[in-house]
């Protein structure tokens, strides 16, 4: 059984900074999976945020470039998003997702709200 458990998420002023993470355990080969943060906003549907390569090649949304880093530990089995300068359109339910051709696991998410 393999679990995504994020964290890090919380109430931030616009302009701050927050550290989401996201913990993988079970039966997977954590370094050969690329990785992602998606996101859900209130009525809107999931969107990508970022994704990193089991190489450390990185991609991001155009709203977030330059504002949000992805990473990733593989000896911790964690993914982390560093998330800068945050607006309230940051505003949503932030998922982690592991992928490996056809095998797709997902978090539970965890809640990010910026006020402004």
């Known amino acids: 059984q393999v679990q995504l458990v994020e964290s890090g998420g919380g109430l931030v002023e616009a302009g701050g900074s927050l550290r989401l993470s996201c913990a993988a355990s079970?039966?997977?080969?954590?370094?050969?999976?690329?990785l992602a943060w998606y996101r859900q906003a209130p009525g809107e549907q999931r969107e990508f945020v970022a994704s990193i390569t089991n190489g450390g090649s990185t991609n991001y949304t155009d709203s977030v470039k330059g504002r949000f880093t992805i990473s990733r530990d593989n000896a911790k089995n964690t993914v982390y998003l560093h998330m800068n300068s945050v607006k309230p359109e940051d505003t949503a339910v932030y998922y982690c997702?592991?992928?490996?051709?056809?095998?797709?696991?997902w978090g539970q998410g965890t809640q990010v709200t910026v006020s402004s």
């Open positions: 997702n592991a992928n490996w051709y056809t095998i797709n696991y």
């Open positions: 079970g039966r997977l080969t954590f370094p050969i999976y690329q």
